[in-house]
């Protein structure tokens, strides 16, 4: 479905309308994001399949389909299970090959908490565990990069303290390491071995003002800055 050619009729955004907290004024002319195509639909609900079908998934039996939350909770949807695009926080909508985890790595070399477990599970990464003691990274391979850089895919590598949760994850490691399509310069990075490869480490913190949370913060919050720290960095003049 394309957009509409007359710019006097309302068209609302469900991620802008999750961002700021509200319903869309509009029921029947939305905007919505699948992967990284965002699509003008004059319905209010769609069925997993019809969403699978839009983002041009020819056989839906193939594919899941999960929708983000605000806050970073993804939740299944089935595929004759209709989704109404006016309940509030929906973001977008991902989409998963189920036959993605043919042939990836496995290794589980430490432990995580179940609800760490639970989070990467439901949001169908590939995933690992490599590593021990203060040497521990999880590894999120394939993770899907936004427009405006020289890789569409990455693993991210995340360090895991030996006293985690308690202390916290902080900064992101990437390989390949990106760039700028633009030209411009990424900062406060630099490279770093891990799990026998170079990764470009991103030195981004949390404020004072805003602290990792033992017992709330874990992978799943941790993720939802690393997603915004590449949306914002591209953004940058």
């Known amino acids: 479905m394309s957009e509409s050619s007359d710019p006097a009729e309302e068209i609302e955004d469900l991620e802008l309308c999750a961002k700021e907290g509200r319903k869309p004024r509009c029921k029947h002319r939305l905007r919505i994001r699948i992967d990284k ?20 998934r020819c056989n839906p039996e193939r594919w899941r389909i999960r929708q983000k939350l605000k806050g970073g909770q993804l939740k299944d949807i089935g595929l004759d299970e209709n989704v109404d695009f006016t309940a509030p926080g929906i ?15 496995e290794r589980r070399e430490f432990d995580l908490p179940q609800r760490d477990i639970a989070f990467l599970e439901s949001a169908g990464w590939e ?36 006293a985690y949760d308690d202390a916290q994850i902080d900064m992101a490691y990437f390989h390949p390491a990106l760039a700028r ?5 990424i ?10 490869k ?23 919050t941790h993720m939802v800055l690393v997603e915004d720290w590449l949306r914002r960095e591209v953004g940058k003049s």
């Open 37 to 56: 195509e965002r699509h003008v639909v004059n319905v209010s609900h769609m069925t997993g399949r019809q969403l699978l079908e839009l983002a041009g």
């Open 91 to 105: 973001e977008r909508f991902i989409t998963i090959p189920l036959d993605q985890t043919e042939g990836r790595g």
């Open 127 to 162: 995933w690992e565990l490599v590593g021990s003691g203060g040497n521990g990274h999880l590894l999120i391979n394939r993770f899907p990069v936004p427009p405006g850089y020289n890789h569409n895919q990455v693993t991210v590598a995340l360090r895991i303290e030996p």
């Open 181 to 185: 399509l633009d030209g411009g310069n």
């Open 187 to 196: 900062r406060q990075i630099c490279q770093q071995q891990i799990d026998g």
């Open 198 to 220: 170079p990764f470009q480490r991103w030195s981004r913190h949390r404020t004072a003002q805003n602290p990792w949370r033992p017992g709330i913060d874990y992978v799943g």
